[in-house]
């Protein structure tokens, strides 16, 4: 089936440096999504991303966190700088956004902060 | 705020015997949510495991059931036999429709089924 491809899958970066995860996402689809989830606790909604805005970001969406999707390539999230609490895995995620439509997700990349 | 609560931690079940992962939701920002359970097999991205958008209906796929109880909100996930291959984790979640759908998700329940 579909797939929502999350490179790369582990991340370890310094605090204070940047960061990008990268998400390539199902080719017709155009509404993209960002979840965080850090270890023992739930998935929760970061952001969702719609012709080429932000639709609505969590309180989780710092200031530090800004998302894009250059002309149809990679749906990426920048985190600059990183603190060592963006520590998680971050799932992206994509749906076409039609009524009953199925949202695909990635397997997710682990980012470490040290 | 919208949330999901369902049974924490790991259940183990025995191959062949019944199982229920209970969940209750609370939609405050939703006037009529789509409940969907999604599933994690080990080394695998989330993927949906069923869904119903209508209150008192049944959802069902390989073998799993979940109803959705508007009186009670919940949408408990039941499977009479589980199978050794059924081990994952699963995700009970809410949402909207079409570019609402945005889910919130429960913590998870981890599922260990022994032979």
């Known amino acids: 089936g579909p797939k929502v491809l999350q490179i790369p899958s582990h991340q370890i970066i310094d605090m204070g440096q940047m960061v990008t995860l990268n998400c390539d996402p199902v080719s017709n689809h155009l509404y993209f999504y960002w979840y965080k989830q850090i270890l023992g606790q739930q998935m929760e909604f970061l952001v969702n991303?719609?012709?080429?805005?932000?639709?609505?970001k969590s309180k989780l969406f710092k200031d530090q966190f800004s998302v894009e999707r250059p002309d149809g390539s990679y749906f990426t999230l920048k985190i600059q700088p990183t603190a060592l609490e963006d520590s998680a895995v971050y799932f992206c995620?994509?749906?076409?956004?039609?009524?009953?439509?199925?949202?695909?997700f990635g397997k997710g990349t682990r980012l470490t902060v040290v | 705020g919208d949330s999901v609560t369902q049974t924490e931690g790991q259940v183990t079940v025995s191959e062949s015997k019944s199982l229920i992962i209970n969940c209750t939701y609370s939609?405050?920002?939703?006037?009529?949510?789509?409940l969907f359970w999604y599933v994690r097999y080990p080394g695998e991205g989330l993927q949906l495991l069923l869904k119903?958008?209508?209150?008192?209906q049944k959802g069902s796929s390989r073998g799993f059931e979940a109803t959705y109880n508007k009186e009670t909100t919940s949408f408990h996930l039941q499977k009479a036999s589980v199978q050794e291959s059924d081990s994952a984790v699963y995700y009970c979640a809410l949402g909207g429709s079409g570019g609402n759908y945005k889910p919130t998700f429960g913590k998870g329940t981890s599922l260990v089924v022994h032979p």
């Open positions: 939609a405050t920002s939703i006037a009529y949510p789509n």
């Open positions: 995620a994509s749906s076409t956004g039609t009524a009953n439509t199925e949202v695909f």
């Open positions: 119903v958008i209508t209150a008192g």
């Open positions: 991303f719609y012709n080429g805005k932000v639709m609505e």
